[in-house]
Nanobody
């Protein structure tokens, strides 16, 4: 069974940094398009950034370009989101998403809370 588990969220002051991790189990990360989404209170879920199955970053949200970096470690079956210069507008629950390259099966993690105080 495929499972995604996020970690690394927390509370930080504006201008600070956090690194989120998403471990995928029961599957091989390179078989999936991996993404980070976020959902702020009262707002719809939005795509933050994605990795192709080949591990190339794509689709950065405009407001995070230059501040966030998505990456993965295939040996650890783990995806990361390095977040810098955090702003209060980045406050949200961040979710990991995996879509299988062939077949389209989709999985979500439970989410990790990021709170940025100004």
């Amino acid at each position: 069974q495929v499972q995604l588990v996020e970690s690394g969220g927390g509370s930080v002051q504006a201008g600070g940094s956090l690194r989120l991790s998403c471990v995928i189990s029961g599957a091989t990360i390179s078989d999936y398009v991996m993404s980070w989404y976020r959902q702020a209170p009262g707002k719809e879920r939005e795509l933050v950034a994605a990795l192709t199955a080949g591990g190339y970053p794509v689709n950065y949200l405009g407001s995070v370009k230059g501040r966030f970096t998505i990456s993965r470690d295939s040996a650890k079956n783990t995806m990361y989101l390095q977040m810098g210069s955090l702003e209060s507008e980045d406050t949200a629950v961040y979710h990991c998403n995996a879509v299988k390259l062939f077949g389209g099966d989709q999985y979500w993690g439970q989410g990790t809370q990021v709170t940025v105080s100004s």
